[in-house]
């Protein structure tokens, strides 16, 4: 027989219970986030998105090329709220990798008896937490497989769709393709970051920092692992927020979430660089996109100043670039236009 998924702690805290938490566990986020920078040179900004994309639960493409601290920044990211070996999935894809490297071979005892079911156990269905590296050298078949698992949170076993436990998903890639059958899977990253090597312009830094680096892992040492946060708060703070953006005023209307939270200058700045972008910088932007962008401002908002929106939370903006082109492009350019 199949062995059963292994029971996960429910997450279903109330409302009232993460109000009261609310505060502490943005407190312990914050510091988690300006900790974790202490073991990089210059990574601060990716790892604000990190936390950010973390308790949003969307996924975060990192770019760049090979040693810019990509992976790296992922297990210690892992590392420090404690994600378990059983909660976590990694793999590098390529062109030949097949469905069973992700979601698991097929159960030849199920098979037997008529039934098209895969052993998921230690495979990306199973993890709350994942790390995908080169993402888009997959092939059709994954492809498929990665759209349904990232944008609807299921796969199929037997031909049924069953819920999948990730809540977490990081990707790299080294470039990002121009294939217009990868368009889908790149929508599905609202947020696109590039890491950039530092050694122009942090010369000593990057060396220093690379040695002690060399030591801990020679060591097996992991000064980063301080318990500051752990996937819990990230999670229960991806929920309280949810639970926010269902509160209705006395009206009853759709919009109490954005009145309360996005003042009106706010959201017409916002409105006024989205149709800029597509307009005159023909960037694509879906409204499925959109609607999640406003979600990842929201959080944005909340973990840097406890709620309401402000015209420095649209940096956001700047990471929606589908090429490294539009990703140089709105990283000069946003700003600039949000006179920063």
């Not at 604000?48 to 810019?68: C, F, I, K, W, Y």
């Not at 994942?130 to 497989?145: G, M, P, Q, T, V």
């Not at 318990?227 to 639970?243: E, N, P, S, V």
């Not at 539009?326 to 920063?340: R, S, T, V, Y």
């Amino acid at each position: 027989m199949t062995s059963q998924r292994r029971e996960l702690p429910k997450e279903d805290w109330s409302f009232d219970q993460l109000r009261e938490e609310a505060e502490d566990i943005r407190k312990r986020l914050n510091r988690f986030r300006t900790s974790l920078s202490r073991f990089f040179v210059k990574k601060q900004e990716l790892i604000d998105l990190m936390v950010v994309a973390a308790v949003a639960q969307e996924p975060l493409l990192l770019v760049g090329p090979p040693g810019t601290a990509k992976s790296d920044l992922v297990l210690k990211f892992r590392d420090a709220i404690g994600v378990s070996e059983e909660d976590y999935f990694e793999y590098m894809l390529t062109r030949f990798s097949e469905p069973s490297e992700i979601i698991g071979p097929i159960d030849i005892n199920e098979l037997r008896d008529g039934r098209y079911v895969r052993r998921e156990e230690g495979k990306l269905p199973s993890a709350r937490m994942a790390f995908l590296d080169e993402i888009f050298k997959s092939n059709s078949a994954i492809l498929n497989i990665l759209l349904t698992i990232i944008n609807e949170r299921k796969f199929y076993q037997d031909g049924k769709p069953e819920p999948v436990n990730l809540r977490i998903l990081f990707a790299a890639t080294n470039e990002v393709p121009e294939q217009g059958e990868l368009g889908a899977l790149k929508d599905r990253f609202v947020l696109k970051a590039i890491s950039r090597s530092v050694q122009d312009d942090h010369f000593t830094e990057l060396i220093d920092a690379g040695i002690r680096s060399e030591v801990f892992k020679n060591l097996n040492q992991k000064p980063w692992k301080e318990g500051l946060a752990t996937l819990d708060d990230l999670l229960k703070a991806g929920r309280y927020l949810t639970c926010q953006f269902g509160q209705q005023d006395a009206s009853g209307e759709a919009g109490a979430d954005r009145r309360q939270f996005f003042p009106d200058e706010v959201f017409r700045e916002f409105e006024r660089l989205v149709k800029t972008l597509v307009r005159e910088d023909r960037i694509f932007i879906s409204d499925r996109k959109l609607v999640k962008l406003y979600k990842l401002l929201r959080v944005r908002s909340w973990l840097f100043s406890g709620g309401t929106i402000s015209l420095d939370d649209l940096r956001l903006l700047s990471y929606l670039g589908e090429t490294h082109q539009e990703m140089d492009l709105l990283a000069e350019k946003i700003p600039n236009l949000l006179g920063f």
